[in-house]
């Protein structure tokens, strides 16, 4: 395989997500603080692929911003993402501004964060090999049957 190909196959199991959780009222107004959710995902189905260390980014817009100003890096809970596995944060965000023309804004919705997943792939398990076998070998029982029929041993 080549390594592009490679490399984009492996980043396609690696996921990004977020969900606005806390918030007053049913709508974000301008200037309202609110909590982003943002989860990370191994989306492997093969037991090699695992991430260590994810990290994500969160990158303010026109719109929203990270309470912490501008972009901000962290660890997400777990250290290691397993197939299958998520882990998430929660950033907590302020609405900056909301889409200036009324017309777009009813059929639009603002862009509150750039999300981006960092993480290593587990090479040692990934590169690990193994093929097992099972032996087969008579085992004698240890005595000779005697022409006169009286075993030995």
């Not at 492996?10 to 997500?17: E, H, I, K």
């Not at 972009?71 to 596995?85: F, H, I, Q, S, Y």
């Not at 690990?128 to 070998?137: C, E, F, G, L, P």
């Amino acid at each position: 395989m080549h390594p592009e190909g490679f490399y984009s196959s492996m980043r396609d199991y690696l996921r990004v997500s977020a969900t606005v959780t806390r918030k007053v009222g049913s709508s974000i107004n301008v200037g309202e603080k609110f909590t982003l959710r943002v989860s990370g995902t191994n989306m492997a189905s093969i037991p090699q692929i695992v991430f260590l260390n994810p990290r994500i980014a969160v990158t303010p817009t026109e719109y929203a911003r990270p309470l912490d100003g501008g972009t901000v890096n962290m660890a997400l809970t777990d250290t290691v993402l397993r197939p299958g596995e998520s882990s998430s944060v929660d950033i907590k965000m302020q609405a900056l501004s909301e889409i200036p023309d009324w017309w777009e804004d009813l059929f639009s919705r603002e862009r509150v964060a750039g999300l981006t997943i960092y993480a290593s792939l587990d090479q040692d398990r990934f590169f690990r090999v193994w093929n097992s076998s099972v032996v087969h070998h008579e085992i004698d029982p240890g005595w000779i049957l005697t022409r006169s029929g009286d075993s030995e041993r």
